[in-house]
């Protein structure tokens, strides 16, 4: 164990990144991510990986297409505009079977937006990133700690399941500081990648990164494959906290730095005699479906918080199916909801539900 | 009997798709035949584009990665990043490189990416059935321009040899043919130049290829080949745009 | 004030706003408490407002954004108009009193009026305004010791300007005797 060390998040998640054993960093600055691709920038050359920064998110992308290919580790970060570009090249890592990192500090949208936090990209994350049939591992840290644990599970899981990783933090999560330990590991996991283009040495047929198939039986063969990896991935890899939920007649549910706020709330409503739990998402893909859905077998109600219009929320009603009501409280634009907010929520809630 | 032509390693035994007489072909020969004789097929990766040559994947006998559309140059500095000793070349047609892969282009060749771009230049979009490319000449019929391209309207063809020349990063700009003998010896030559560069550590490395495409130009072959002649190599000369083990500046060739 | 401190900072880009608060946070690492610290951030930050949330507590840190501090400390006018209302009752408020020519009415809080701008300017403490109201926040509200506030500074200040230590540690002391 290391000391603790005062961390910006965003710091945080570069320096898990290089102790994770990523030494291709690609990317382009946008705020409120820029502290990482500049820790990056600052480390990389020292430790002899690449730190470069290319002439758009979208070339950003594609160089971690290429590094992937080669089978390092590889990643880029950006924020919501940013992401967006990056759509188009998750598609083919997706599609090309390749594992990378990607790191999106969430800020207001749509179009250029704002620079406050947001999780207004929710749906982007785990519905549409890119045209296709795919899904990426989504992770939604709600500490800088937590977001340094999940790089190194991040990196590890894409290198496993051959699929993109991303971290989906926020403004907040990525400007703030909080104390962090790394967890030193005595050598960074790996795994076997006898599909990547090294060359072929001479000793093998040539190795083809792809995602072109253009007969149809053919495609709808390796999306069915890609698929079969998903509902591996949805019974094994899937993380939850549940907080208070034992005796809990009331959930809210909540994800990252907006699940922060739910305790404080959940908390608060405790002292004034409401029985609320939180329900956290750890990962947003694979999503803890199963996790609320029982729970809709134990409380009255849900409250799903959120820094978006309504997005998650979707995921828990279709978790719940309809046993029980579930209510939504959100802020947008960058606007950070309270918990005082989120505490008055809860209790129109209880309220209700008597 | 003695041996005068084989099949090069550096293809696979697979048929090409290509349309009869495009010169896709002779090029995808000549960059594995150069490949072969500098003996970098073992640890060569190619990046293929989007367009006519996106299943170029099946046919270089080398490790290959397909890109999405124009980023192959992006795609093949992130493999040169993580493999800075193995030999890293992309293979683009003009719609790929010049027109939607742009930024990708310019950039790579501003940063010196210490790679190999063919750029096979037909003068219109073939896979998806003659749309105006970037190359598309003036005047020039195609099933986007159908009264024949209007630079005042369609704006100006680019001439990527000539613009790329400008970039400090850039070691070898060079544009040749492959509609003759005489002109295919030249292309190999200048292709072989592109990879040595690479191997000796010089920088970007650019070589633009005139190729036909008979079926969307609505010619037959040979007639294909004479209107490349007549038409294409006077707006887009032949010749070394740079090379800087010869200094700066344009020789005809 | 429990053991729960939801401090806010708040002055103009350059008077060391988000210094103070990370001098703040390194002394919860040092006592061994939860902790954060929140900037502001973006095109504001560049000779506007700049503002930081820092949070010491016990337990961990639900919202890192302080919108109800038990301890303020600002440095402009525009920042005093906006956070001094949102103050909780019983909780302090150290203003800068060169720069802001106002009196707060509230009589449920303790506010303190440090002329510490002019005051650095005096003691040849130029630019450490914001460390004489640290001192002063620290005398008021007693969140941490002196000693872990001189250990915070030896950790926040890079080791090419460890010769800014002894001013910066008069100046929290000259806060601290006010």
Redesign the interface.
């Known amino acids: 164990m290391s000391e603790r060390v005062l961390m910006k998040g965003n710091e945080a998640l570069a320096e898990a990144a290089i102790r994770a054993g990523c030494r291709h960093f690609f990317g382009y600055p946008i705020t409120p991510q820029t502290e990482l691709a500049a820790y990056m920038a600052k480390k990389m050359p020292k430790i002899g990986g690449t730190y470069l920064q290319a002439e758009s998110e979208i070339a950003a992308i594609n160089m971690v297409l290429g590094a992937a290919s080669a089978g390092v580790r590889a990643m880029t970060s950006s924020s919501s505009p940013g992401i967006s570009l990056k759509g188009e090249g998750i598609s083919y890592i997706a599609g090309s079977d390749l594992p990378c990192l990607i790191i999106n500090v969430q800020r207001g949208g749509p179009g250029l937006g704002g620079i406050q936090p947001s999780q207004a990209d929710y749906w982007q994350a785990t519905r549409a990133l890119g045209h296709g049939d795919f899904q990426i591992l989504v992770f939604a840290p709600a500490t800088v700690q937590e977001m340094v644990d999940t790089v190194s599970d991040a990196f590890f899981l894409a290198d496993t399941y051959r699929m993109p990783a991303m971290i989906l933090a926020d403004g907040m999560l990525g400007q703030m500081m909080e104390p962090v330990e790394f967890k030193d590991e005595e050598k960074p996991r790996t795994v076997d990648k006898p599909w990547a283009t090294t060359g072929t040495g001479g000793k093998r047929k040539h190795n083809i990164v792809n995602s072109l198939y253009l007969q149809p039986d053919e495609l709808e063969k390796t999306v069915v494959e890609r698929f079969k990896r998903y509902e591996l991935i949805k019974e094994k890899e899937v993380r939850v906290e549940q907080y208070m939920m034992d005796d809990a007649e009331f959930a809210v549910v909540a994800y990252g730095a907006t699940a922060r706020i739910a305790k404080s709330a959940v908390k608060a409503a405790r002292d004034k005699g409401i029985k609320a739990g939180v329900i956290r998402p750890i990962t947003l893909w694979p999503y803890p479906t199963k996790v609320i859905n029982e729970a809709a077998d134990k409380v009255k109600a849900f409250l799903c918080v959120e820094m978006s219009m309504g997005q998650m929320v979707d995921d828990v009603r279709l978790a719940v199916n309809g046993k029980k009501p579930v209510n939504f409280f959100g802020r947008t634009g960058g606007i950070i909801p309270t918990p005082v907010e989120v505490l008055g929520e809860i209790e129109k809630m209880a309220g209700g539900a008597k | 009997m003695a041996v005068v032509f084989e099949r090069t390693k550096g293809l696979t035994d697979v048929p090409f798709h290509y349309c009869p007489g495009c010169t896709h072909g002779i090029i995808h020969r000549l960059v594995a035949e150069c490949m072969e004789e500098l003996g970098v097929l073992d640890k060569a990766v190619g990046v293929a584009p989007v367009g006519c040559s996106v299943m170029a994947y099946n046919y270089f006998s080398c490790d290959m990665v397909e890109a999405p559309h124009g980023r192959a140059p992006a795609i093949a500095t992130g493999l040169k990043r993580a493999l800075p000793d193995n030999v890293i070349f992309t293979y683009q047609g003009d719609g790929d490189l010049a027109a939607i892969g742009t930024a990708e282009t310019v950039h790579s060749a501003a940063r010196g990416e210490n790679i190999t771009v063919i750029f096979v230049n037909n003068a219109i979009y073939g896979m998806t059935g003659g749309q105006m490319a970037p190359t598309t000449l003036p005047g020039q019929v195609t099933q986007t321009t159908p009264y024949g391209r209007d630079i005042k309207y369609s704006g100006n063809p680019v001439h990527v040899c000539e613009m790329l020349a400008t970039l400090d990063g850039v070691a070898l700009a060079q544009r040749v043919s492959v509609d003759n003998n005489l002109n295919i010896t030249t292309a190999k030559a200048a292709i072989k130049k592109a990879f040595k560069n690479q191997i000796e550590k010089k920088g970007f490395s650019i070589v633009e290829v005139l190729s036909t495409c008979p079926t969307n130009w609505g010619l037959p072959p040979i007639e294909a080949l004479g209107w490349l002649r007549e038409n294409m190599i006077p707006f887009y000369p032949l010749g070394v745009y740079k090379d800087i083990d010869k200094g700066e500046g344009k020789e005809n060739g | 004030m429990a053991n729960n401190y939801n401090f806010l900072l708040a002055g103009f880009g350059g008077q060391g706003i988000l210094f103070a608060g990370?001098v703040i946070?390194?002394t919860?690492?040092i006592d061994g408490k939860?902790?954060?610290?929140?900037?502001s951030?973006?095109?504001e930050m560049r000779g506007g407002t700049a503002n930081c949330s820092v949070c010491l507590s016990d337990e961990?840190?639900?919202?890192?954004?302080v919108?109800n501090p038990n301890g303020l400390i600002v440095m402009n006018l525009p920042s005093y108009d906006k956070f001094i209302d949102t103050v909780v009752p019983g909780g302090v408020a150290v203003i800068d009193s060169t720069l802001i020519d106002k009196q707060c009415g509230r009589t449920d809080i303790g506010a303190f009026y440090v002329p510490a701008t002019g005051l650095a300017d005096s003691e040849n403490l130029k630019g450490l305004a914001n460390m004489i109201l640290l001192g002063k926040l620290l005398k008021e509200t007693g969140f941490t010791s002196i000693d872990s506030v001189v250990t915070a500074m030896q950790k926040c200040i890079p080791p090419k300007k460890q010769h800014l230590l002894e001013p910066n540690e008069k100046a929290v002391r000259l806060g601290m005797s006010l």
Do not use: D
């Not at chain 3, 939860?34 to 900037?39: F, I, K, N, Q, T």
């Open positions: 990370k946070a390194y919860g690492m939860e902790l954060s610290w929140l900037p951030y973006g095109p961990p840190i639900g919202s890192p954004l919108l």
